[in-house]
């Protein structure tokens, strides 16, 4: 049943990173786009990529935590490194990326959350102003903290080093 478990753990973690692959190419594009239309369809592209990222990443903990006990790894301190660099990667995209997009959402005439289709458009920020935020480098610090932090707890799962 272990070997099971941590296939179930890999497949959620294939799950999450599907869903959230869509957000990191929406962040690629959201660069380049200034048509305010293609910019709300690119928002809301994102915000339903949200739910597989969020099963996946509830899936990954719940799978990797029943693995570490059938495993027996609780009392080993990769596990627990890889444990709280997860969580701590989870909180630093919420909070610097969230604040982000909410920025973006905002410029574009939409609430933080909210799809196109739920809510009416609000007011539309400058073009200049729009542009300082799509121009931001806050998606590059976000994909290379996530990726070297998933880089990391790779390495902690497979080498087990302490």
Same mark, same amino acid.
């Given at each position: 049943?272990?070997?099971?478990?941590?296939? !179930?753990?890999?497949?959620?973690?294939? !799950?999450?990173?599907?869903?959230?692959? @869509?957000?990191?190419?929406?962040?690629?594009?959201?660069?380049?786009?200034?048509?305010?239309?293609?910019?709300?369809?690119?928002?809301?592209?994102?915000?339903?990529?949200?739910?597989?990222?969020?099963?996946? $990443?509830?899936? !990954?903990?719940? @799978?990797?935590?029943?693995?570490?006990?059938?495993?027996?790894?609780?009392?080993?301190?990769?596990?627990?490194?890889?444990?709280? $660099?997860?969580?701590? $990667?989870?909180?630093?995209?919420?909070?610097?990326?969230?604040?982000?997009?909410?920025?973006?959402?905002?410029?574009?005439?939409?609430?933080?959350?909210?799809?196109?289709?739920?809510?009416?458009?609000?007011?539309?920020?400058?073009?200049?102003?729009?542009? @300082?935020?799509?121009?931001?480098?806050?998606?590059?610090? !976000?994909?290379?903290?996530?990726?070297?932090? $998933?880089?990391?707890?790779?390495?902690?799962?497979?080498?087990?080093?302490?």
């Amino acid at each position: 049943m272990y070997g099971f478990m941590v296939y !179930l753990h890999i497949a959620s973690v294939f !799950l999450f990173l599907l869903g959230h692959g @869509t957000s990191v190419n929406v962040a690629l594009v959201l660069r380049r786009e200034r048509n305010l239309d293609r910019i709300r369809a690119l928002l809301d592209l994102s915000l339903y990529s949200y739910l597989g990222l969020m099963v996946g $990443l509830v899936l !990954l903990l719940l @799978t990797g935590i029943i693995a570490g006990f059938m495993g027996s790894h609780w009392g080993r301190w990769w596990i627990w490194a890889a444990l709280v $660099l997860l969580i701590a $990667l989870f909180v630093f995209m919420s909070v610097y990326g969230a604040q982000y997009y909410s920025r973006i959402r905002i410029a574009v005439g939409l609430k933080p959350y909210r799809r196109t289709d739920q809510v009416a458009l609000g007011e539309v920020q400058s073009e200049t102003e729009l542009a @300082t935020l799509l121009n931001s480098n806050r998606p590059m610090i !976000l994909m290379l903290v996530g990726v070297i932090g $998933l880089l990391i707890i790779l390495w902690l799962m497979m080498f087990k080093p302490f």
